[in-house]
């Protein structure tokens, strides 16, 4: 691996990383510190995390393409090579979404945070009790939110950690397939030339 790959996985990663933080940010602003009701903020989130997921397999898709013929002809374009750039690309991407969580939740406060989401779960609570369920079976609720009170914030590092394990699986799943065929179509173009 040349320098232009790894300059080509700062590059994708940067771009990948900054539009997923964004997409992020936005999701944690509608969990916890937006006005909007219960259900119109959870239709949103829905929405807005099935067009992030299609964004990230596209980007990745697409960057995994470009990288895949940038390969100099003399050199193989392996599906192991391929699959490295993916799960590289994520993970980098996994970094700056971390980075960028916590400096927002710092940013806004995080007791500002968690009270956003206590919040959300007492609205949760109060929807099933007026769907006719009885105060005494939502005791889950309520441990659930009290242990939030009693969370520290986590370290940017373990924000991070979790952050790139994610990214690195969410990458890993679609990679396997962008990057066989990627190889594949590489494969076969230099073979009819």
Known sequence: MNRDFWSDVLRSGAILGGVMSLSYIFERYLLAFSDMALLKASAI?????????????WMIARFTRRRAEAVPPQMPVTYSY???????????????????????VSAMGYDVYIAGLVGRIEQLQQMYIDMGISASDMT??????????????????LTVFGKLQTYALMGCIPGFIIASVNSRRIRRMREQK
């Open 140 to 157: 889950i609720f309520e441990q659930y939110a009290d242990q939030l009170r009693y969370v520290e914030q986590p370290s940017m590092l």
């Open 82 to 104: 391929l699959l490295s750039y993916v799960l590289l690309t994520a993970m980098l991407s996994g970094v700056l979404v971390g980075v960028a969580d916590t400096l927002y």
């Open 45 to 57: 989130y829905s929405i807005e995390w099935i067009v992030a997921c299609v964004v990230f397999v």
